[in-house]
């Protein structure tokens, strides 16, 4: 029997064109069900909490931000998928711990109806297991892309998965909406049980011979990865400039992005004198800016919309984080001079540099992966996971907890939250400074020898 030469965790070559179009889209399937079930928990669940049972807004929101502080375990999942050679097993089974925590997370609820402590002791097990899952599931998702997406469709790929994954936002918490209404128990139990095992089935179906059999270590060589243990290969990894420096802009960038979403809304109803409904309109506002940001970097990445020279990931991720803290610049002077500022194109132009710098910097992440010394993709994957998960976490409650602080030290409201902004834009600023040093390939010449001619696969007949 003869065996492949060809594994996964190889380089892809020019004969390789790597995933077509049809499999990115499967893999953006997968993450759109991890965004259902996440919503579910940290959205349906969060209302039924605070609304149904009358509880303190901060339990939610620390079963929150546990949920965010579990993954720091993400670079030992990325490991795992490194040393087995294979990322299908952690996918389905990272699936499978976040099932089981959104369901159980349903229990918790319909438990703290008679039993207060037993619930929050459930829930506090729910979001534990949706932490851990998340980390399993999603890390290996985007090592799988790193490992198996050519540079030119690395922004498509990223845009695609992400936006499909808002979609699992967007379409679990309507039907679930509708489905919940008029509220029940027995409902909720139907509806978490129905989303976690859609979001089961689905995933091991889009997996079905996605991922090649890779070679057994054996097979492999003399590969440290598998040798080493996971401390090891984590010091080796941080040990890296490379990853190291991508590390701290991580960081930096989203805990810039995410501290002002909880204060936004607040500010345009203190300060603009917006309804409820206006914030929300405004908040949609700035999600269609980021889709547009978003859709701009897939089209500038590909070469199609302004050529090679500004295709760069480099150029839109530095661009980006300047716009984003121009955009809060102007949300700076908004708090100063009040109405008569044009908040709506303000809020709108700060989403779409944030969705331009986001996917910039996501698909920039996908090429560092694969550099470095030793196949150690997931280890650096799970690194950057667990910077960006832990920023998320930290940037609400900064934001918050400045402007709380803003607004006892200084009377004018308005101007207390203007520099809550100022703050933020500083960290954009820096953000685009650590990504202006962020290495970058350069442009390799064609080869004039041809290729040798090799049948499409089905997979790149979709590209």
Not at 81 to 110: E, N, Q, Y
Request: glycine share 12%; aromatic share 6%; proline share 5%.
């Amino acid at each position: 029997m003869t065996h492949s030469t060809e594994s996964p965790l190889m380089p892809r070559t020019e004969a390789d064109p790597g995933f077509g179009w049809l499999s990115i889209a499967r893999l953006g399937l997968i993450q759109a069900c991890l965004g259902g079930i996440v919503v579910l928990a940290t959205s349906t669940l969060n209302r039924i909490m605070v609304v149904e049972l009358a509880l303190p807004a901060v339990l939610p929101g620390l079963l929150v931000a546990m949920h965010y502080a579990v993954q720091i375990l993400r670079p030992r999942m990325g490991f795992g998928s490194d040393r087995s050679g294979r990322c299908t097993p952690w996918i389905l089974g990272g699936m499978a711990v976040l099932a089981c925590g959104g369901v159980l997370g349903a229990v918790a609820v319909t438990t703290m109806s008679t039993s207060l402590a037993s619930g929050i002791a459930l829930s506090v097990l729910a979001f534990l297991l949706i932490g851990v899952g998340v980390s399993a599931s999603g890390t290996s998702v985007l090592v799988l892309l790193a490992k198996r997406v050519a540079p030119k469709r690395r922004a498509g790929a990223a845009t695609m998965v992400w936006l499909m994954m808002i979609a699992g936002f967007a379409i679990t918490a309507g039907i679930a909406g509708h489905l919940l209404d008029p509220y029940s128990e027995a409902r909720l139990l139907a509806v978490a049980t129905g989303v976690a095992v859609i979001a089961l089935v689905m995933t091991a179906l889009m997996l079905i011979g996605l991922e090649r059999t890779a070679r057994a270590p054996e097979a492999a060589g003399a590969d440290p990865v598998v040798r080493e243990g996971f401390r090891a290969t984590l010091t080796k990894v941080w040990r890296e400039p490379a990853a190291r420096h991508f590390t701290v802009f991580v960081f930096v960038s989203m805990l810039a992005f995410s501290a002002q979403d909880l204060i936004l809304e607040p500010f345009a109803g203190t300060v603009f004198g917006f309804s409820p409904g206006e914030t929300t309109k405004l908040s949609g506002l700035q999600h269609s800016g980021i889709l547009c940001g978003m859709l701009l970097v897939a089209l500038a990445g590909s070469g199609r919309l302004f050529g090679r020279r500004l295709g760069s990931l480099k150029f839109w991720t530095v661009t980006g984080c300047i716009a984003s803290g121009f955009a809060l610049a102007g949300l700076v002077a908004a708090g100063i001079l009040g109405p008569g500022w044009p908040l709506r194109a303000n809020v709108f132009l700060l989403g779409a540099a944030n969705g331009a710098f986001s996917i910039a910097a996501i698909a920039s992440m996908m090429r560092l992966a694969g550099e470095g010394e030793g196949r150690r993709e997931g280890t650096r994957m799970g690194l950057w996971g667990a910077a960006q998960a832990l920023a998320f976490g930290g940037g609400g409650l900064l934001g918050t907890a400045l402007s709380d602080i803003a607004r006892l030290v200084i009377d004018d409201i308005a101007i207390a939250y203007a520099l809550v902004f100022g703050l933020e834009a500083l960290l954009f600023i820096v953000s685009a400074r650590l990504a202006s040093q962020i290495h970058e390939p350069a442009p390799t010449i064609p080869s004039q020898t041809p290729l040798p001619q090799q049948p499409l696969s089905q997979e790149a007949a979709h590209a």
